[in-house]
């Protein structure tokens, strides 16, 4: 009966695993996908896909292009208070200006928080004209996201097992979420997104 097994599925009625990007290509009832979105960004990086072999969604710009370049993956589904939304971002190399971004209710992370940090971006994971908040270090990075009726509080889990957390206030269930990959004129590298779960 539910309640009385710890592996019973039935105790978690919202627990859900919502992508591991096994299958072939990517599921169009499940992902929007779409240039990043920024008036200086012209085109898409070289790369993005499922890739089959590691079994997680690929996105690499393989060179500098010498325009700002960028992917947006958005859930098809919104968020609702009490939702948690947990996925790793791996982050293989770089060269020049190169973000994990986060895009939430319509905008991105560090537009929200600010430019007021010694770093120079907040919120990201990468390199923009110096290392990101986040963190520029190669590795997994796990990301937790808290979504609340007015706020959303943001964990996300170092490579080196520390975390930075950061609430973002003002913003309205239900919510909007989004992972990107971007590229400066200069920049290159590659994030790969796996292992989607939403639980509450």
């Known amino acids: 009966a539910a309640g009385t097994d710890p592996l019973d599925e039935n ?25 990043d979105i920024g008036s200086a960004v012209t085109g898409y990086v070289d790369e993005y896909y499922v890739d089959t072999t590691a079994e997680n969604y690929h996105t690499a710009q393989l060179s500098a292009a010498g325009s700002d ?13 009490g939702e948690v ?19 939430i209710d319509g905008t991105y992370l560090e537009y929200i928080i600010g430019t007021n940090t010694s770093y120079a971006t907040s919120g990201n994971i990468g390199y923009w004209n110096g290392a990101s908040e986040v963190g520029n270090v190669f590795g997994t990075y796990h990301v937790t996201v808290s979504f609340g009726a007015n706020d959303v ?4 889990l170092r490579p080196d097992t520390t975390t930075w957390t950061y609430t ?14 971007r590229t400066g004129h200069n920049g290159y590298g590659e994030f ?7 639980s509450c």
């Open 69 to 81: 370049n960028g992917v947006l993956l958005r859930p098809t589904r919104q968020f609702v208070a």
């Open 192 to 198: 790969d997104y796996d292992i989607f779960e939403i």
């Open 11 to 35: 105790d978690y009625p919202c627990s859900e695993l919502y992508d591991d990007f096994s299958g072939s290509t990517l599921d169009t009832s499940l992902w929007l996908l779409t240039m």
């Open 153 to 156: 509080l943001f964990e996300i």
């Open 85 to 103: 939304l947990e996925y790793d971002v791996t982050y293989q190399n770089q060269g020049g200006n190169f973000l994990h971004r986060i895009y």
């Open 168 to 181: 973002a206030t003002g913003l309205t269930a239900p919510h909007t979420y989004g992972v990107a990959t």
